[in-house]
């Protein structure tokens, strides 16, 4: 099921920002709780003094809050997301350092070149095609400085059939208008370390959460790979 930027926009306007945030503690009760869940995948990244982060598909914050509580001293995040309505909800919570949101389009931020010391794309990334994704990515390869550095926090495939099994039902994938089923199936064969490395960053490195459940990848924008 091919999703337009239209029906995306629309979608979480109206249905998916209103039950989001409930959603998603539910989702992770099996992994300790929203809290342990995402300090988890942000637990191999380090964040330096003073840095510009720029969190694409931001959602309704709850990504941002955690790496508001990770950032060091000095540090701005800037939030887009294509969604008034999940931007709504992020914007009434309390993070702990200069964070703004901005509604817009994660493939053209009209950002200079050159300009963010780091870019999150928290759990997004499967929902797009292929052709999305590598706009998505290779925006944020435009927008970060020399030596900066990409986050993604996604999915992941794991080897345990059982745990696929498991991705399968709680995550919803078994149901038909789930138009995340086939971009998710997409991006695991092709692989996220894969289109990270196709666009451009090196010393790729991939961190495996919950035994393969999830994964946080992340990579480098050198001044030999612009």
Same mark, same amino acid.
């Given at each position: 099921?091919?999703?337009?930027?239209?029906?995306?926009?629309?979608?979480?306007?109206?249905?998916?920002?209103?039950?989001?945030?409930?959603?998603?503690?539910?989702?992770?009760?099996?992994? &300790?709780?929203?809290?342990?869940?995402?300090?988890?995948?942000?637990?191999?990244?380090?964040?330096?003094?003073?840095?510009?982060?720029?969190?694409?598909?931001?959602?309704?914050?709850?990504?941002?809050?955690?790496?508001?509580?990770?950032?060091?001293?000095?540090?701005?995040?800037?939030?887009?997301?294509?969604?008034?309505?999940?931007?709504?909800?992020?914007?009434?919570?309390?993070?702990?350092?200069?964070? +703004?949101?901005?509604?817009?389009?994660?493939?053209?931020?009209?950002?200079?070149?050159?300009?963010?010391?780091?870019?999150?794309?928290?759990?997004?990334?499967?929902?797009?095609?292929?052709?999305?994704?590598?706009?998505?990515?290779?925006?944020?390869?435009?927008?970060?400085?020399?030596? &900066?550095?990409?986050?993604?926090?996604?999915?992941?495939?794991?080897?345990?059939?059982?745990?696929?099994?498991?991705?399968?039902?709680?995550?919803?994938?078994?149901?038909?208008?789930?138009?995340?089923?086939?971009?998710?199936?997409?991006?695991?064969?092709?692989?996220?370390?894969?289109?990270?490395?196709?666009?451009?960053?090196?010393?790729?490195?991939?961190?495996?959460?919950?035994?393969?459940?999830?994964?946080?990848?992340? &990579?480098? +924008?050198?001044?030999?790979?612009?």
């Amino acid at each position: 099921m091919e999703v337009s930027k239209k029906f995306y926009r629309w979608f979480y306007n109206n249905i998916h920002s209103n039950y989001y945030n409930l959603m998603i503690k539910w989702i992770m009760f099996p992994f &300790g709780g929203e809290s342990k869940w995402r300090e988890k995948m942000l637990e191999p990244i380090v964040l330096k003094k003073s840095e510009k982060i720029l969190e694409m598909c931001c959602g309704t914050g709850g990504a941002t809050f955690f790496i508001s509580k990770k950032a060091a001293i000095g540090s701005s995040i800037i939030g887009i997301d294509l969604s008034s309505g999940q931007l709504k909800n992020a914007k009434k919570r309390k993070y702990i350092c200069d964070t +703004k949101f901005i509604e817009g389009d994660v493939t053209n931020t009209n950002y200079p070149d050159n300009y963010f010391d780091h870019v999150f794309i928290p759990h997004a990334i499967h929902e797009m095609n292929r052709e999305l994704r590598l706009k998505t990515l290779k925006e944020a390869f435009r927008v970060l400085k020399e030596n &900066g550095q990409l986050s993604v926090l996604e999915l992941d495939n794991p080897n345990n059939i059982f745990l696929r099994l498991f991705i399968f039902v709680w995550f919803f994938y078994w149901l038909p208008f789930n138009f995340e089923t086939a971009t998710r199936r997409e991006l695991m064969r092709i692989g996220l370390k894969n289109e990270v490395r196709e666009v451009g960053f090196v010393n790729i490195k991939k961190y495996s959460i919950y035994h393969g459940v999830f994964q946080t990848v992340t &990579g480098i +924008k050198t001044a030999h790979n612009k």
